[in-house]
């Protein structure tokens, strides 16, 4: 009996060092993945394949992700940190995290793309970009009787007491373009006046960016205020949720990908770096179901794809606001004047 | 020149000492020991080579830091077990761990720094311990202890004497010293400047301790929050994993089978797995919720997001904990004690209250300190159902992450996270310490147990019953959730998400774990496999 308990238990230790024979490619590369799940797990299992390389991803939001950086910074782990909005990626870049690398593949980009690395002295690139708006639920409105929203100032409407969520801006960058453009669009502080209003419609700050427009999607709450490339994969899975962008003008996220300084795979992790700026790697994001503008020129635009010049922008600073001192002194304030007030 | 024959312990770590920095990579390799090229690369490559080929070949002298102990010990394989022996056993052992743990911090990543500069002047800096480092920091550890033992101290006993060490450095290494570091942090400024100014405008805050909630419709702070939340999941989840423990072992309904199974239950589901299974009950889109309003008209809210629906949550899921130990505690009861008391004439209620309650006290008070902790320690279930009810794990989550990364703000919050966990350790010893409850059993213990009075006995059932009724009911529905299209939306029955996590091909180079579950599945068996062994053998 003991002898067959005892082979029995090295057998379920052995079938765990199973997977180990793997094919011995060029080694590995370590990525930090701040996007949505699947397109995270399209573009790893696809360059691993092209490339011969065992990739590991770990899935982190990107204010989560930055402060993994911060804290491994004198022994790190990460090679590359793919994706997440901008503002994370100028903070790692200021703080000396990141290693600057101008790619080849630079002129193919973008203007805006080109200017955030620019902006970084090379230490990010843009690799897609993506307008804030508001998703709804229109089973939920059409019960309540209410009118879709449209502009920003129709969110402070008292019909919508509890019924928006948006991500809290400590731990999200979806939540701090938010202030940034209510900043940029109203003021500073009247941006601030119009925050604590909307505190009063707000039924929870979530953690994470894309936690908002699932909870809309599933009837948990009626509107939400995300990026509006986030609404078509839910909408594929049968939810009824719809977009629409302010009137008064938004601003858009640029996501970025950066080297990690002191990465262990550092030609692979360059390897990477270029082929997900080529148009097929930026490619992989429409079949991803996600439907960003992609930095590179070339490559070929999905329909779902929101056509920017129907939406009305602003001339988001990237520059003043992807600023360490300045994100902080705005998330302060947001914390100090709209978090602390009370329902 | 033959060793003494006492010394051949210690002779044996020395081999190891010396053959782990002569041959074992020095250094973390990113594959792990398998995935080295051959034996070329232990002296050739920059980061793969072995300690010794780092000394010599690359540049990184430091190394010798921690190592010229091992050399200056060998002395004493020819010295007869005896104090002097252990002296210098023990002080070369000491300051070889002090010396490698020294450069380990020192010298990092090549960059400016003032220790670095002067250990590494050629900023070659260098990446984490390895194979290698870990293992002679093992032996010089394990020279340390046998020092220490042939000095005096343990009684002379090698054994003990490495035991202890090699337990107390562990302890140090993964709990005492992190610890401190994040803890430390409370007391720095931003400048990193130890400040008292810093400390006390951390701490003192409305939002740590208003009492808004008891006046108005502010929120309380949330130290508060987490105090009142932990004591009633204490309370409550001691009171049901009683009512649990006592039907089970106390009572012949038939539900015990079922109880046996699934009580537990909930202690291997993760934390957020709860979470979301109760939101996909009771949420605004939940299944009562829309029974409430087809059956009555009443249109659904949040009504669940909030302490409400945390406190349930925790419930759910810490339950388990306290019916494992209490029923532990009722099978500990002496049978011939309660026989005792009813030869005395005394009715079953009088033997409970009087005999087997009192009995049960400390294992009851054990269960509300374990509640009382899981609570204050839980995050993800008031991350997923808090709504705006913030308690001070969230609290530190958000200092920590995203832009802010207050650090001092989290390990304040942590410190005060802290006290509150040794203050109810305290509290429980103060209340229980000076009484004695031990059950003298030896011979003539056997007998058959009491059952319930029968009120205690009707009304348990009635808290039982229903609950195990719920727990199953999740738990279906967490396993059917895996069989429908969309939740919440399209409930056609499918397998492909079972396809999409678990495909498998197999084809001329053998079998393909296609599924994207493999990699993780794979994961949590080795890690399990690897921890079951080790747990039991660290506690012991």
């Known amino acids: ?343 | 020149m033959k060793i003494h024959d006492n010394n051949r312990t210690i002779a044996i770590w020395s081999i190891v000492g010396f053959a782990a920095f002569g041959i074992l990579p020095w250094y973390a390799l990113p594959d792990g020991l398998s995935g080295l090229q051959g034996l070329s690369e232990l002296f050739a490559g920059r980061d793969s080579a072995s300690g010794l080929a780092q000394l010599l070949l690359h540049r990184r002298p430091w190394l010798a830091l921690g190592v010229w102990p091992l050399l200056a010990a060998l002395p004493v394989l020819w010295m007869a077990p005896g104090r002097a022996q252990g002296r210098l056993l023990a002080w070369c052992g000491a300051l070889g761990v002090a010396g490698l743990l020294a450069q380990g911090f020192a010298v990092g990543l090549p960059g400016p720094g003032a220790l670095s500069g002067f250990l590494d002047p050629s900023g070659t800096g260098q990446p984490g311990f390895g194979w290698g480092a870990m293992l002679v920091l093992c032996a010089l550890l394990m020279q340390t202890a046998f020092g220490l033992a042939r000095a005096g101290a343990f009684r002379g006993d090698l054994f003990v004497a490495a035991a202890v060490v090699g337990a107390a450095s562990l302890l140090i290494t993964f709990v005492a010293f992190p610890v401190f570091r994040s803890l430390a942090g409370a007391f720095l400024d931003e400048a990193g400047q130890p400040s008292a100014a810093a400390w006390i405008a951390r701490i003192a805050s409305e939002r740590i301790w208003g009492l808004g909630c008891v006046h108005s419709t502010q929120s309380c702070g949330v130290a508060w929050n987490t105090l009142a939340l932990a004591i009633l999941t204490g309370l409550t989840t001691t009171v049901l994993g009683t009512l649990l423990a006592l039907v089970e072992n106390r009572s012949d309904s038939r539900i015990r089978h079922a109880l046996r199974f699934l009580a537990p239950l909930p202690i291997i589901t993760p934390p957020f797995v709860v979470g979301l299974g109760l939101i996909l009950l009771f949420g605004r889109a939940g299944l009562v919720n829309q029974l409430i309003e087809w059956a009555f008209g009443i249109a659904p809210t949040r009504w669940f997001y909030g302490w409400f629906g945390v406190w349930l949550a925790q419930l759910f899921a810490f339950t388990p904990i306290a019916f494992l130990i209490v029923r532990g505690v009722i099978q500990g009861v002496s049978p011939s004690l309660e026989e005792a008391s009813q030869t005395l004439r005394a009715g079953a209620w009088r033997t409970f209250a009087h005999v087997t309650f009192p009995l049960m006290l400390p294992g009851l008070t054990n269960a509300f300190l374990v509640g009382f902790i899981e609570s204050i320690a839980d995050f993800g279930n008031p991350i997923i159902v808090g709504g705006q009810f913030s308690v001070l794990s969230t609290e530190i989550f958000f200092a920590i992450v995203g832009a802010q990364f207050d650090q001092g703000r989290a390990a304040a919050l942590a410190l005060i996270l802290t006290v509150f966990a040794l203050g109810i350790f305290a509290l429980q010893r103060a209340i229980l310490g000076r009484k004695n409850f031990t059950t003298v059993s030896g011979k003539g213990d056997a007998g058959l147990s009491m059952r319930l009075p029968d009120g205690l006995r009707r009304g348990a059932m009635c808290v039982v019953v229903p609950w195990l009724a719920f727990t199953l009911v999740v738990y279906v529905f967490a396993f059917c959730g895996g069989f429908v299209q969309t939740w919440g939306r399209d409930y056609s029955p499918t397998l492909a998400h079972f396809r999409t996590a678990f495909s498998v091909a197999v084809d001329a180079g053998g079998v393909q774990w296609l599924g994207a579950a493999w990699a993780s599945l794979f994961t949590t068996m080795k890690l399990a496999a690897l921890a079951a062994p080790l747990t039991p053998a660290l506690a012991c």
């Open chain 1, 1 to 343: 009996m003991k002898k067959r308990n005892a082979v029995a238990s090295l057998a379920l230790a052995l079938t765990a060092y199973f997977p180990a024979a793997h094919a011995q490619g060029t080694g590995q590369l370590n990525v930090v993945c701040s996007v949505q799940d699947e397109w995270c797990s399209l573009m790893s299992t696809t360059f691993a394949r092209s490339a011969g390389i065992k990739v590991n991803v770990l899935k982190r939001g990107s204010g989560e992700a930055l402060a993994q950086l911060l804290t491994e910074r004198s022994n790190p782990k990460t090679d590359v940190w793919f994706g997440g909005t901008g503002d994370p990626h100028l903070q790692a870049a200021e703080q000396d995290l990141t290693l600057s690398y101008k790619s080849p593949s630079l002129p193919q980009l973008h203007p805006w793309a080109q200017a955030q690395a620019e902006q970084s002295q090379w230490r990010t690139v843009g690799v897609y970009s993506g307008p804030l708006g508001f998703a709804f639920n229109t089973e939920l409105l059409a019960k309540k009787k209410l009118p879709a929203p449209k502009c920003w100032k129709d969110l402070l409407a008292p019909a919508l007491r509890g019924e928006i969520q948006v991500a809290n801006p400590a731990s999200s960058g979806t939540a701090y373009t938010m202030i940034a453009t209510l900043v940029q669009l109203m003021g500073e502080d009247q941006a601030f006046a119009y925050m604590k209003g909307l505190h009063q419609n707000v039924s929870q700050y979530a953690r994470s960016g894309t936690g908002p427009i699932k909870a809309a999607s599933r009837g948990e709450t009626t509107v939400s205020i995300s990026f509006v490339h986030d609404a078509p994969s839910e909408q594929m899975q049968g939810f009824p949720i719809e977009t629409a962008t302010p009137c008064e003008g938004t601003g858009a996220e640029i996501g970025s990908m950066s080297i990690i300084k002191g990465a262990r795979n550092l030609e692979n992790a360059k390897k990477f770096y270029e082929w997900a700026l080529t148009p097929a790697a930026q490619q992989l994001a429409a079949a991803a179901h996600q439907y960003q503008l992609p930095a590179n020129k070339s490559a070929a635009l999905d329909s779902h794809i929101p056509d920017f010049r129907k939406i009305k922008l602003i001339a988001y600073d990237y520059a003043k606001y992807g600023r360490s001192a300045e994100r902080k002194r705005l998330i302060e304030r947001w914390e100090r004047e709209v978090n602390s007030l009370p329902r």
